[in-house]
């Protein structure tokens, strides 16, 4: 059974900084491109950023982060990770790490995949 286990949310304060991190389990971690999504309160699912399969994995981001997140992986351990830098109260919502995500036009989620249970950002003044 595919599980993922997100953690390393929190409430933090504009301009701060987070690191998620997300344990995969159930499947064989190295090959598969990874995705970080996100839902804002009210809002649907936003694609944040993907990584590629491999040992090195490219990386794509949608223009909002800004060069403020930063994705990656360490296959050896099954993790996936996002360093959140730089946090706008925009940035608030419910983060998920993801398998099989298909994005749609401008940053949309045509399918989610398989996704954990998610991990609270909350970014407060």
């Known amino acids: 059974e595919v599980q993922l286990v997100e953690s390393g949310g929190g409430l933090v304060h504009p301009g701060e900084s987070l690191r998620l991190s997300c344990a995969a389990s159930?499947?064989?971690?190295?090959?598969?491109?990874m995705n970080w999504v996100r839902q804002a309160p009210g809002k649907e699912l936003e694609w944040v950023a993907s990584i590629n399969g491999g040992p090195i994995g490219a990386r794509y981001y949608p223009e909002f982060t800004e060069g403020r997140f930063t994705i990656s992986r360490d296959n050896d351990k099954n993790m996936l990770y996002l360093q959140l830098d730089s946090l706008k109260t925009e940035d608030t919502g419910m983060y998920y790490c993801?398998?099989?995500?298909?994005?749609?036009?401008?940053?949309?989620?045509?399918?989610?995949?398989?996704r954990g249970q998610g991990t609270q950002v909350t970014v407060s003044s």
């Open positions: 993801a398998r099989d995500t298909v994005r749609g036009p401008n940053g949309t989620i045509s399918s989610p995949g398989i």
């Open positions: 159930g499947f064989t971690f190295t090959p598969y491109p």
